[in-house]
C-alpha cells in the first residue's frame, strides 16, 4: 500500500526519525499513539526495553525515545518536544536538558521541571515534569 504526502510532510515526518532502523511507518504509529493519549511517560517506561531508553540528563528521571513533552504559553500556543538519547529536541534543536530546552525556547533561563509537561496515564492530564523527579527523589 502506498500512502501519498507532501514534500513538506515527508520532511517533517522523517524529523522525528530516533534511530537508523526507525521507519516512516514508526513515526507515523508513535504520533497515533500520542494523538490517542497512549504515547505517555508512565506506560511507555514499562514498555521500552532498556536499550531504547534514552539517558536523561536529571536527577535520576530516565524518558523513553520519543516521549513527547509540551509547554502551553498564556496565549494557548504549544510548544512541543521530543525526547530523544542526547536530550530534547525542540524543532530542529537539541538540547542536553529540560531548562536549555525552556532557555532556548523563551530565550531567558528557567526551571525546566516546572517548564514543560508529560502525559500521565493514571490522570490522563498533562503533568509537570518535577512530579517526576519528585517521585525519583522518594525512593
Known amino acids: 500500500m502506498e500512502v501519498e504526502v507532501s514534500l513538506a510532510t515527508y520532511k517533517r515526518l522523517i524529523q522525528h526519525l530516533t534511530t537508523e532502523s526507525d521507519t516512516l511507518g514508526d ?3 508513535r504520533l497515533l499513539d500520542a494523538f490517542e493519549g497512549a504515547s505517555d511517560v508512565q506506560r511507555n517506561q514499562e514498555e521500552v526495553s532498556k536499550s ?6 536529571g536527577k535520576g528521571v530516565q524518558l523513553p525515545v520519543g ?4 509547554h502551553v504559553n498564556k496565549d494557548g500556543t504549544q510548544v512541543l518536544g521530543v525526547v530523544e538519547r542526547d536530550g530534547l529536541r525542540v524543532g530542529e534543536d537539541l538540547y542536553p536538558s529540560l531548562s ?9 533561563y528557567l526551571n525546566g521541571w516546572t517548564y514543560w509537561r508529560y502525559l500521565d496515564s493514571t490522570t ?16
Request: proline content about 0%; charged content about 40%; glycine content about 10%.
Open 100 to 108: 536549555a530546552a525552556g532557555r532556548g525556547v523563551e530565550g531567558y
Open 124 to 139: 490522563k492530564n498533562w503533568e509537570e515534569m518535577g512530579r517526576l523527579r519528585a517521585k525519583d527523589d522518594q525512593k
Open 52 to 57: 531504547e531508553m534514552s539517558r536523561w540528563i
Open 27 to 29: 513515526v507515523v504509529n
Open 67 to 70: 516521549t513527547e513533552l509540551r
